[in-house]
Antibody
């Protein structure tokens, strides 16, 4: 069974970099699929941040592209998100996910607050 | 960028009634349209992919239809556990995706 476990701080200071990691079990990242990040501000809808393939090919939301970096570590079966220069507008629940065209597996979600 | 507009924003119905949720795309997405259900404190759950295909394990009361720019999610007879927020999502430029703003289905 595919499981995604997120880790990372729940509080980030303005102007700093948000960093989250998603550890996958039950499936090897190297075997395929796109691995991505979605966020949801409090009381609002879903926003796709970006996705990465096991080869390292990346795809980002144009509105966040200048601040987003994603990476994959196949040796640890993990993928990661970095979002730089955060502001209060980046406060949200962040989800990692394995995206297929017919199925999606989600992490548990990490609430992240940007505040000094 | 393709924009998805969902209507209505909120739908108030009673258990046993039929729910019809709409999703309109700013340009054709062919049949690359999915529907998700999200309950408070939970990750979204994929219900329908490619406009009309139900995910394994999703009850038959959920159905999707449409192509091009106009899509519908229908719940034939509402169960108490169906009251949630529903999102449509397009994948025309896979793996890039966009979501609609959501429809809240609430108990009348």
């Amino acid at each position: 069974q595919v499981q995604l476990q997120q880790s990372g701080p729940g509080l980030v200071k303005p102007s700093e970099t948000l960093s989250l990691t998603c550890t996958v079990s039950g499936y090897s990242i190297s075997s395929g699929y796109y691995w991505g990040w979605i966020r949801q501000p409090p009381g609002k809808g879903l926003e796709w941040i970006g996705s990465i393939y096991h080869s390292g090919s990346t795809y980002y939301n144009p509105s966040l592209k200048s601040r987003v970096t994603t990476s994959v570590d196949t040796s640890k079966n993990q993928f990661s998100l970095k979002l730089s220069s955060v502001t209060a507008a980046d406060t949200a629940v962040y989800y990692c996910a394995r995206f297929g065209t017919r199925d999606v597996y989600w992490g548990q979600g990490t609430p992240v607050t940007v505040s000094s | 960028e393709i924009v998805l507009t969902q209507s209505p924003a909120t739908l108030s119905l009673s258990p046993g009634e039929r729910a019809t949720l709409s999703c309109r795309a700013s340009q054709s997405v062919s049949s690359y349209l999915a529907w998700y259900q999200q309950k408070p404190g939970q990750a979204p759950r994929l219900l329908i992919y490619d406009a009309s295909n139900r995910v394994t394990g999703i009850p038959a009361r959920f159905s999707g239809s449409g192509s091009g720019t106009d899509f519908t999610l229908t719940i034939s007879s509402l169960e108490p556990e169906d009251f949630a927020v529903y999102y449509c999502q397009q994948r025309t430029n896979w793996p890039s995706i966009t979501f609609g703003q959501g429809t809240r289905l609430e108990i009348k």
